[in-house]
């Protein structure tokens, strides 16, 4: 005895699709020609968190002088030709 599993399908960020494949290819070419909306939901993240952190980067990165930046980029190209 065979069990089938039918999943749903999903888009980069996680939106449903349709089940079949016709259904799922006729979907994607209404996106890719414009007929139809992706749609995109972005539950799970808050927006005031997101631009928080945003500016969080930025703010210090203005802080750090030069030769501190030169100092962490050689230390992170280090580490990544280490574990390479």
């Given at each position: 005895?065979?069990?089938?599993?039918?999943?749903?399908?999903?888009?980069?960020?996680?939106?449903?699709?349709?089940?079949?494949?016709?259904?799922?290819?006729?979907?994607?070419?209404?996106?890719a020609t414009g007929?139809?909306?992706?749609?995109?939901?972005?539950?799970?993240?808050?927006?005031?968190?997101?631009?928080?952190?945003?500016?969080?980067?930025?703010?210090?990165?203005?802080?750090?002088?030069?030769?501190?930046?030169?100092?962490?980029?050689?230390?992170?190209?280090?580490?990544?030709?280490?574990?390479?």
């Open positions: 005895m065979f069990l089938k599993l039918t999943l749903m399908p999903k888009g980069p960020k996680g939106q449903k699709r349709p089940a079949d494949v016709i259904g799922n290819a006729v979907k994607v070419m209404q996106i007929e139809a909306e992706e749609e995109f939901d972005d539950e799970g993240k808050n927006k005031a968190a997101v631009a928080l952190g945003r500016l969080g980067g930025r703010a210090r990165a203005e802080k750090l002088t030069k030769k501190r930046r030169e100092e962490i980029a050689k230390q992170a190209a280090t580490k990544r030709w280490q574990n390479g």
